[in-house]
């Protein structure tokens, strides 16, 4: 049973005296028929009260309907309207935000159709993004739209999949950046499976903005994403297109190459004589995290091709040798020792562990 409200506030809300409300009112304890009066009264400055009150009412655990009925009071409660002010329409746009993935779906006031300031229409495009991505298909790009993206999260979506799947389906750089992000975050915080994320990864290969593929490729070679291995034509087929994409793209291929096992696509860098100095250099070091004993002549000479291009990283790969137990034969003492004499920017100490 819900205990009325003592005549003091009963007289502050027919004063329309939000100062007395603020004061009395506490958003864990305030009975909803009082709220319900609040957040519908004809006097704004009461509104906003009674809006603020549900908001806080909302993200406060201990509230005696914290068990799953704070939404259902929301919903109960909430007004349709936009709010007759910007700060009104945000306390609004921000309830609407927190029923979330609640079914029945609420309906959203026409919000498109009001006056409203550029920060406040954002925040609204942001709902309706987050409850229908397909809105995606007819919202002319732009800053708006951009903005309610960024300031969107995987939590708080209603279909996190279906939005990823559309904002890569827009072919559009910047919603397919965020893509890129709601992905890892819908995929470390549970709410996408690593399948659907790592096809929607595969998908943004054929990116037309370099950094989004170069943000796909680092991301493709985690190791939850390795698993199972993709072909190395699909994870250097952006490096080798027209335009090549700059060095942060072919480094990131060669690195998602060899955590995928292809080392055919590292030895074959590092000994194309006419490639890209560091990516030869990157080439060799990541080597040492997959060759072996009867690899080590091979790495010789080829640092011996380019002492003071490749003598380091042959030696930082036969580091990477050492440490899982591989080390060099006795007839290949003496030219890794040439190649310590070639480069002298090499330690002593390194070449004699």
Not at 30 to 44: D, K, S, T, Y
Not at 64 to 83: I, S
Not at 243 to 258: M, T
């Amino acid at each position: 049973m819900t205990t009325p409200p003592d005549d003091p506030i009963s007289d502050a809300l027919d004063r329309a005296d939000a100062g007395l409300l603020a004061r009395r009112l506490d958003a864990r304890t305030c009975p909803p028929e009082l709220l319900g009066r609040l957040v519908r009264h004809p006097v704004p400055r009461l509104r906003h009260l009674g809006l603020t009150l549900l908001a806080e009412r909302t993200a406060t655990p201990n509230a005696p309907d914290a068990d799953g009925g704070q939404l259902a009071l929301v919903a109960r409660l909430l007004p349709d309207t936009v709010g007759s002010s910007p700060e009104e329409s945000l306390l609004l746009a921000g309830l609407h935000t927190r029923l979330g993935s609640r079914e029945p779906r609420t309906r959203l006031p026409d919000w498109r159709a009001a006056a409203l300031p550029a920060r406040v229409r954002i925040a609204w495009l942001r709902i309706e993004l987050l409850g229908d991505p397909a809105v995606l298909r007819t919202e002319p790009a732009g800053e708006p739209l951009y903005r309610a993206v960024h300031e969107s999260a995987a939590a708080d979506a209603r279909r996190p999949d279906h939005l990823v799947a559309e904002l890569v389906g827009t072919g559009d750089p910047v919603l397919q950046a965020e893509a890129l992000r709601l992905a890892r975050e819908g995929l470390y915080a549970g709410l996408l499976a690593p399948a659907f994320v790592r096809d929607r990864l595969l998908r943004l290969l054929d990116a037309p903005d370099h950094d989004v593929v170069t943000g796909a490729l680092r991301e493709l070679a985690e190791p939850w994403a390795t698993v199972t291995p993709l072909s190395p034509s699909l994870l250097t087929r952006s490096a080798g297109a027209p335009g090549g994409g700059g060095a942060a793209l072919a480094s990131a291929a060669l690195v998602a190459a060899a955590r995928h096992g292809h080392h055919a696509v590292l030895w074959n860098t590092a000994e194309d004589p006419a490639g890209p100095p560091a990516l030869r250099r990157q080439a060799v070091e990541l080597l040492g995290e997959r060759v072996e004993r009867t690899d080590v002549g091979r790495l010789v000479v080829l640092a011996a091709t380019d002492p003071l291009l490749l003598a380091g990283p042959v030696l930082t790969c036969l580091r990477g040798l050492h440490r899982r137990g591989h080390f060099p034969a006795d007839r290949d003492a003496g030219p890794v020792l040439d190649l310590a004499l070639a480069d002298h920017t090499v330690p002593a100490e390194d070449v004699a562990t």
